[in-house]
């Protein structure tokens, strides 16, 4: 079975500190994605980072950063110099590169950034 | 960057009624178009995947009669909740795979439609 684990439902972070939201994941597959998906008030979705299962190099934007273990079906995000946007649901997903494309998603992890 | 219209963004109807959701691609074609129904604090859980000019696959346990799917063209893909009842109250998102060659990444999603029936 394909699952995606956060394990921490809710986290809470200093504005400018840095907060690392944890993953992991089970499949089967060699090739897939792995993707940090952020859903603020707002509701609306939107990708933080992605991951190529291929790639050993961790992926990185600006602030967010990746911890990719592959052997050990790992998958946390970073976030650097906590901003008050950055308060949000953060879900972790994961998607093999056939199999319809479906994303797997995680429980969430809300994250609230105080000033 | 790609964009996906989700109209409407709330409505509250009839227990009883029909209600249809719209999700449009803007400036790329959709061939795939996926839908998911969200409860407050919970993850995001699909109902069904939908292909243009096929029929919706739906995921176990998702009644196919009560939500129907209808993709039509590569950029529009509807929802319809077929005599909704108050257990129906949701929060719905539709999110975009776009055709081969035009960036298969992160799909895009729409922003949501909260349905309400009383």
């Known amino acids: 079975a394909q699952t995606v684990t956060q394990s921490q439902p809710e986290m809470s972070v200093q504005e400018a500190e840095t907060v690392t939201l944890s993953c992991t994941y089970d499949t089967s597959e060699s090739n897939y994605y792995l993707f940090w998906y952020k859903q603020p008030p707002s509701r609306q979705m939107i990708l933080v980072i992605r991951?190529?299962?291929?790639?050993?190099q961790n992926a990185t934007e600006n602030r967010f950063s990746v911890n990719f273990q592959k052997a050990a079906k790992s998958f946390s995000l970073k976030i650097s110099d906590s901003q008050l946007g950055d308060t949000a649901m953060y879900f972790c997903?994961?998607?093999?590169?056939?199999?319809?494309?479906?994303?797997?998603f995680g429980q969430g992890t809300e994250l609230s950034v105080k000033p | 960057g790609a964009v996906v219209s989700q109209h409407p963004s709330w409505v509250i109807c009839k227990s009883g009624t029909s209600v249809k959701i719209e999700c449009r691609s803007l400036?790329?074609?959709?061939?795939?178009m996926f839908w998911y129904r969200q409860f407050p604090k919970q993850s995001l859980m699909l109902m069904a995947t939908?292909?243009?000019?096929?029929?919706?696959?739906?995921e176990q346990g998702v009644e196919k009669d009560k939500f129907l799917i209808n993709h039509a063209s590569l950029t529009l893909s509807t929802l319809t909740v077929t005599s909704a009842h108050p257990e129906d109250s949701s929060f719905y998102i539709c999110?975009?795979?776009?055709?081969?060659?035009?960036?298969?990444?992160?799909?895009?999603f729409g922003s949501g439609t909260r349905l309400t029936v009383v």
């Open positions: 991951q190529e299962a291929y790639k050993q």
């Open positions: 939908s292909n243009e000019g096929s029929k919706a696959t739906y």
């Open positions: 997903a994961l998607r093999h590169y056939n199999q319809g494309g479906k994303l797997i």
């Open positions: 400036d790329f074609q959709a061939t795939t």
């Open positions: 999110s975009a795979r776009p055709g081969q060659g035009a960036g298969d990444y992160g799909y895009t």
